[in-house]
């Protein structure tokens, strides 16, 4: 991957991150900002009313080669690209999910078994290309990752609808 396409992941996770932070006190919730060692061991970007923790994911393009993002895939990771445990098993209690009209809140461990059950692990791939609902390690990473259908998520879990208005949360 480019530095470029670094830059523009982080860029977006940042602008989501940022979106989450009014949408949240739209809703009257106090925020606060994750430490750095929160963030990068724990996988937990914001604390609402200093109790509940969240991880924000920005929407994501299908494919690197992509230049629009889109709301039909959400990428999981499993691992991360040291081999570590991915953000699924962090410790947020929510994911907050960027969509092109909000954000849709879920419980982590409820994502953690929908993606668990979705994904063959039998059936690894080697492409981002083949990658759905099936394990796939970037080449010269430790990572793995797998696309899910959103709406499995939207259909079959508990979801919290955070609509944004006048495009803006």
Same mark, same amino acid.
């Given at each position: 991957?480019?530095?470029?396409?670094?830059? &523009?992941?982080?860029? !977006?996770?940042?602008?989501? !991150?940022?979106?989450? !932070?009014?949408?949240?006190?739209?809703?009257?919730?106090?925020?606060?900002?994750? $430490?750095?060692? =929160?963030?990068?061991?724990?996988?937990?970007?914001?604390?609402?009313?200093? /109790?509940? %923790?969240?991880?924000?994911?920005? /929407?994501?393009? @299908?494919?690197?080669?992509? $230049? &629009?993002? &889109?709301? =039909?895939?959400?990428?999981?990771? *499993?691992?991360? +690209? %040291? #081999? /570590?445990?991915?953000?699924?098993? #962090?410790?947020?209690?929510?994911?907050?999910? !960027?969509?092109?009209?909000?954000? +849709?809140?879920?419980?982590?461990?409820?994502?953690?078994?929908?993606?668990? =059950?979705?994904?063959? *692990?039998? +059936?690894?791939?080697?492409?981002?290309?083949?990658?759905?609902?099936?394990?796939? $390690?970037?080449? #010269?990473?430790?990572?793995?990752?797998?696309?899910?259908?959103? @709406?499995?998520?939207?259909?079959?879990?508990?979801?919290?609808?955070?609509?944004? +208005?006048?495009?803006?949360?």
């Amino acid at each position: 991957m480019r530095a470029t396409d670094y830059k &523009q992941s982080f860029k !977006e996770g940042d602008k989501a !991150e940022d979106s989450f !932070e009014l949408a949240a006190n739209k809703f009257g919730l106090t925020t606060r900002k994750a $430490t750095f060692s =929160e963030n990068v061991h724990k996988h937990i970007d914001w604390w609402l009313d200093d /109790r509940i %923790s969240v991880d924000v994911k920005a /929407r994501k393009r @299908s494919s690197r080669a992509s $230049t &629009q993002v &889109q709301d =039909e895939w959400l990428w999981v990771e *499993f691992k991360n +690209v %040291s #081999g /570590r445990p991915g953000w699924l098993y #962090g410790e947020a209690y929510f994911i907050a999910l !960027e969509r092109a009209d909000g954000f +849709v809140l879920v419980r982590r461990e409820d994502l953690v078994a929908l993606s668990e =059950e979705l994904v063959d *692990f039998n +059936v690894p791939v080697t492409s981002a290309a083949e990658c759905e609902y099936k394990p796939y $390690t970037r080449r #010269g990473r430790k990572d793995v990752i797998s696309k899910i259908r959103f @709406s499995d998520v939207l259909n079959k879990l508990e979801c919290l609808k955070w609509r944004f +208005v006048n495009d803006t949360p």
